[in-house]
T-cell receptor
Framework: NAGVMQNPRHLVRRRGQEARLRCSPM?????VYWYRQLPEEGLKFMVY????????ESGMPKERFSAEFPKEGPSILRIQQVVRGDSAAYFC??????????????FGEGSWLTVV | RKEVEQDPGPFNVPEGATVAFNCTYS??????FFWYRQDCRKEPKLLMS???SGNEDGRFTAQLNRASQYISLLIRDSKLSDSATYLC????????FGSGTKLNVKP
């Protein structure tokens, strides 16, 4: 039973390029969360999605960042026109039901983005 | 005010010591509580859920105090392998993570 799968694990982009990070939730999980972790800092919530629906995007920067979780395929976190400050670890997590049910969330191994 | 606050540490303890971490949360409506462990450059992993009645898993004991809005984690007989960052997590419609408390267990 595969866990949360993220790819790529490591990504290097030049300033101004686009970064696409993918996340496949655990089997049977329909809820996906994206978190960002800057070096030496804690996890910061970005967005919470269900299939074809954004539940909460209050942590997403207003510009350049977008997320989706289509009916088929993985969730995608897209960062346009990357800047050096976007360099971070991006963790995806999934849960089987909505977050009010008491279920916890399970993380993928993360995608490390480096902007040069 | 942050939803979840933790002492960042580091806590430097010798092997065999008992160490305790506390975490406070701001919203009394918070629904469920957890401790996660994160090793350097790794993903957070669930350590244990936290219940009002207290729960124990081997050397680890977690406690929730709803009246005072804090959560605790006690580690007995510390091992070198316990060295990590411990994240307090509170669920209120989404999962809020504390910044973590760093533990270093020394030989």
């Amino acid at each position: 039973n595969a866990g949360v799968m993220q790819n790529p694990r490591h990504l290097v982009r030049r300033r101004g390029q686009e970064a696409r990070l993918r996340c496949s939730p655990m089997k049977g999980h329909s809820h996906v969360y994206w978190y960002r972790q800057l070096p030496e800092e804690g996890l910061k919530f970005m967005v919470y999605l269900q299939k074809e629906n954004i539940i909460d995007e209050s942590g997403m920067p207003k510009e350049r960042f977008s997320a989706e979780f289509p009916k088929e395929g993985p969730s995608i976190l897209r960062i346009q026109q990357v800047v050096r400050g976007d360099s971070a670890a991006y963790f995806c997590a999934s849960s089987p039901e909505d977050s009010q049910s008491g279920n916890t969330i399970y993380f993928g191994e993360g995608s490390w983005l480096t902007v040069v | 005010r942050k939803e979840v606050e933790q002492d960042p540490g580091p806590f430097n303890v010798p092997e065999g010591a008992t160490v305790a971490f506390n975490c406070t949360y701001s919203n009394s409506a918070s629904q469920s509580f957890f401790w996660y462990r994160q090793d350097c450059r790794k993903e957070p992993k669930l350590l244990m859920s936290v219940y009002s009645s207290g729960n124990e898993d081997g050397r680890f004991t977690a406690q929730l105090n709803r009246a005072s809005q804090y959560i605790s984690l006690l580690i007995r007989d510390s091992k070198l392998s316990d060295s990590a960052t411990y994240l307090c997590v509170v669920n209120l419609n989404k999962f809020y993570f504390g910044s973590g408390t760093k533990l270093n267990v020394k030989p």
